[in-house]
């Protein structure tokens, strides 16, 4: 298998990448999601420096 | 084991504990997606009818479960922080919501891309696809329950009430494809007798579920502390998280 023929996908290329971009993208929205989550909430109880809770 | 929860159900607990957890199982998730992703578009071998089409399969019905699943798990939380008046439960219930309105979407989505070339068409009215998108519209109620009320127990309370009403709509979407006749195909995998799929498909699909699921857990556990943040930012050791030690 070529990697153009990886690409081309036997013409189904548009609809598999665009499902598994889609995923990707899902997949790191909700991590990012969940990482500045805790970080927001710190910041707006006013614990901004919390170098714990910023981390985690 | 009831000890345990017992511990956990106190948010100082739980915060610390999911904070420990977390990491580990986001971790597990990107090998386990590294790994399915490899499985998926690589090790497994076109289909006999649908040629390289098929392998929106492994993005597709991963999601589909996790939307159920998480649907699952979210109002079982909110009927244990209904029962118990357990704020850890409703953190946990909030937290999901989003995270299966976003999977919902994506099994929509990703079904739309798949059907198009292989029904002719992105939607079809048929009872899967209207009832995945029924749990979609759930999902966001969900979510507007929660945020509309600005009391947050009492929207904790009325979200869970809705997300326990619409546990009504899980069975009726796992079997839709059966009671009616539906443009969807029936199930492959959830199926009493063996799994009308070859290994070589079922085992990427099913690291791709683990992956999913891992993700799920550590965004649920990020999440839900964020949640008893704001839940408990009156109680005394959210003043002390910044001081404390690292435990």
């Given amino acids: 298998m070529t990697l153009?023929?990886?690409?081309?996908?036997?013409?189904?290329?548009?609809?598999?990448?665009?499902a598994y971009?889609?995923?990707?993208?899902?997949l790191a929205a909700n991590v990012l999601w969940a990482w500045q989550g805790t970080r927001r909430r710190l910041r707006e109880l006013g614990r901004g420096q919390d170098r714990r809770g910023a981390r985690r | 084991m009831w000890d345990a929860l017992k511990r956990l159900d106190a948010p100082e607990q739980f915060f610390r504990f999911a904070g420990r957890l977390a990491p580990g199982l986001g971790w597990g998730s990107l090998v386990l997606l590294g790994i399915g992703l490899y499985g998926a578009l690589v090790l497994?071998?076109?289909?006999?009818?649908?040629?390289?089409?098929?392998?929106?399969i492994f993005i597709h019905v991963p999601s589909a479960w996790m939307s159920l699943f998480v649907y699952v798990v979210m109002a079982g939380a909110g009927a244990v922080g209904l029962v118990w008046n357990s704020g850890v439960a409703y953190a946990l219930a909030r937290a999901s919501a989003p995270f299966g309105a976003s999977f919902t979407f994506l099994a929509l989505a990703t079904g739309a891309l798949w059907g198009k070339p292989m029904w002719g068409a992105w939607w079809v009215w048929d009872a899967r696809l209207t009832s995945e998108l029924i749990?979609?519209?759930?999902y966001l109620g969900v979510i507007g329950l929660q945020a509309a009320i600005e009391d947050r127990r009492m929207g904790s309370r009325a979200a869970a009430m809705l997300a326990i009403v619409g546990v009504v709509n899980i069975p009726i979407i796992h079997f839709s494809v059966q009671w009616w006749n539906t443009l969807h195909q029936g199930p492959t995998v959830t199926k009493l007798s063996a799994p009308s799929i070859h290994w070589s498909m079922l085992v990427p699909l099913l690291v791709m579920a683990a992956a999913f699921t891992l993700h799920y857990l550590s965004v649920l556990l990020m999440r839900a502390r964020a949640e008893l943040l704001v839940q408990e930012r009156h109680a005394g050791w959210v003043d002390t998280l910044g001081e404390a030690d690292d435990a």
Avoid at chain 1, 21 to 26: K, M, R, T
């Fill in chain 1, 4 to 18: 153009s023929e990886f690409f081309h996908m036997g013409g189904y290329g548009f609809y598999v990448w665009s």
């Fill in chain 2, 44 to 56: 497994a071998p076109p289909d006999a009818q649908q040629g390289e089409g098929y392998r929106i």
């Fill in chain 2, 135 to 138: 749990l979609l519209f759930l």
């Fill in chain 1, 21 to 26: 971009l889609l995923g990707l993208a899902v």
